[in-house]
């Protein structure tokens, strides 16, 4: 048998991906940046109240702005709005190829690389690293529901804030 | 002689069912009797002919306790995993029915596990699977809607609460033994035990690895697995092959996602004369280290395009211990029991 019929052959090589620097320097410094995180996430369910009288619906759209900016240059993020970052060692599960949000697939290279793109270390491997900085490793246990595609786009923030008012 | 709790009235008929079992069918059976259990891989066949089953089939029959049929793997196009189960159960076969979520979203996933276990499968196994980009259609849309996890819990839920994942009712659950997938020799090797207890949390009862080539790295990890005591809640059954040369070994190394093969084992197949026997004879080896392992419940076959030698393997590997899966020619219905008994 030739080698290459005992397994199909891979498809085309993909270009390679630009480097997401800022992504990894925030695994890098997931403990710092978590503790300022979860500040924040206090500050904003303290502002509930405030948030409410404004009203959910008139702010959804200039906090998600916002939300989109802020973490899109830190995580990398892409907005799936229902964000597990402080479960993940915050790196941003959505930059998987597959959309993993439960851990690795078994693609994952020798050297730490994704199975998909070679270029880009594997967000699982990251998210590992990142856990262990912010001792967070347990969590990464926690199974995470199928993604909601209806909330794509909207802002976690605001949806953190109203799920901690409810009574 | 088959066991009577695995002899149903005909080969493709449901299985009495038995108290503590959630399926009716031949897998879970011999490993909740504690039995060394031995299952392998068909890669379905890019044709739309029946027979061909029947054929890629018949080196296994009386060598293995089930038999996976892959979805898609490699991200290539091949005969469904539900149609080929269908046709191994008619045959009479154990399936075991590998379902993927690369191209499925969760309304068609959880519609091909009610008509796979209306057709008699009682063994999924649940699967991310490979990228895309591994396949013949890379350009095709990864749908990646469910996880592993998440299809493991769906499934779950399905059987034992009789409901969708909407909450919609189901009036006949699916009784299916549910398995999943785990790559103990790919990073982030202190992930892979928290990821199997997830799997298993979310409903795994069994588990099939990838390809070991890596004893000690093994080793390690079901170390680990015992301390967590995961070994108890499901059945792991580890995955071998054989190697038919060096130079296909470091081919698969290099080109296969999530395959590690160690140097050693390279460098052993490179100092042989035939190195398809040698292939082999490691394989062996394997199998029957991994039987004295602590935790290993089974062994999942994979032996793509040396499928021939699966009987030649499991034989020389002595794994079975004298015991036969089901054969065609052995007794296979209650009636013949009955009267075999009687007389
Ligand atoms: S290797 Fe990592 S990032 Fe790539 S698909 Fe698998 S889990 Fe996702």
């Not at chain 2, 697995?225 to 792991?236: N, Q, S, T, W």
Request: proline residues 7%.
């Amino acid at each position: 048998m030739r080698a290459e019929d005992a397994f199909p052959v891979r498809g085309v090589a993909r270009p390679a991906l630009p480097r997401r620097s800022l992504r990894l320097w925030s695994v890098r410094h997931a403990r710092g940046l978590a503790a300022f995180y979860r500040g924040f996430e206090r500050g904003l369910r303290a502002a509930a109240p405030l948030l409410r009288r404004i009203g959910y619906a008139r702010l959804e759209r200039p906090v998600a702005g916002v939300e989109r900016v802020v973490k899109q240059a830190l995580f990398d993020c892409r907005m799936c709005g229902q964000c597990v970052l402080s479960a993940t060692g915050l790196s941003c599960p959505m930059n998987c190829p597959k959309g993993l949000r439960n851990g690795p697939c078994g693609g994952v290279r020798d050297n730490g690389t994704c199975e998909v793109h070679p270029q880009m270390p594997c967000v699982w491997v990251k998210a590992f690293e990142g856990a262990e900085r912010m001792g967070a490793v347990a969590r990464l246990g926690e199974a995470q529901a199928p993604i909601d595609h209806r909330k794509t786009g909207r802002s976690s923030w605001l949806q953190a804030a109203q799920a901690d008012a409810a009574p | 002689m088959l066991h009577p709790d695995d002899v149903g009235p005909t080969p493709w008929a449901p299985l009495r069912p038995l108290p503590g079992h959630v399926s009716r069918g031949r897998l879970e059976r011999v490993l909740r009797r504690g039995e060394f259990a031995v299952t392998a891989e068909i890669n379905p066949p890019d044709s739309a002919d029946p027979d061909e089953i029947e054929q890629r089939v018949k080196p296994f029959e009386g060598w293995v306790d089930a038999i996976n049929a892959t979805d898609g793997s490699g991200a290539h196009c091949h005969m469904s995993s539900v149609a080929v189960s269908a046709l191994l159960i008619r045959l009479g076969y154990s399936p075991v029915t590998q379902i993927s979520c690369r191209d499925h979203n969760r309304i068609a996933i959880q519609g091909n596990v009610l008509g796979a276990a209306a057709l008699g499968v009682a063994n999924i196994l649940c699967l991310t699977g490979d990228g895309v980009q591994a396949g013949d259609h890379p350009e095709a849309k990864p749908v990646f809607d469910l996880d592993s996890i998440a299809l493991l819990e769906t499934i779950r839920v399905m059987r034992d609460e009789r409901r969708f994942l909407s909450g919609r009712k189901i009036t006949a659950p699916p009784q299916v033994f549910v398995g999943a997938a785990e790559n103990p020799f790919a990073p982030p090797y202190a992930f892979r035990p928290i990821r199997l207890g997830k799997k298993i949390a979310a409903g795994a009862q069994f588990i099939q690895t990838q390809y070991c080539y890596d004893l000690p790295m093994m080793a390690r990890f079901m170390a680990r697995v015992c301390d967590l005591g995961l070994h108890e809640r499901c059945f792991i059954l580890a995955g071998c092959g054989p190697l038919a040369s060096a130079k296909a070994a470091k081919w698969i190394r290099a080109n296969v996602p999530g395959v590690h093969i160690p140097d050693t084992v390279i460098t052993r197949l490179e100092g042989a004369k035939d190195q398809r026997a040698e292939g082999k004879r490691i394989c062996v080896e394997i199998i029957q280290q991994l039987r004295q392992m602590p935790g290993i419940a089974g062994v999942h076959l994979m032996a793509y395009k040396q499928e021939e030698s699966i009987a030649e393997i499991v034989h020389q590997s002595g794994v079975l211990a004298g015991r036969t899966p089901w054969r065609r020619d052995l007794v296979a219905t209650t009636h013949t029991v009955e009267t075999q008994g009687a007389a």
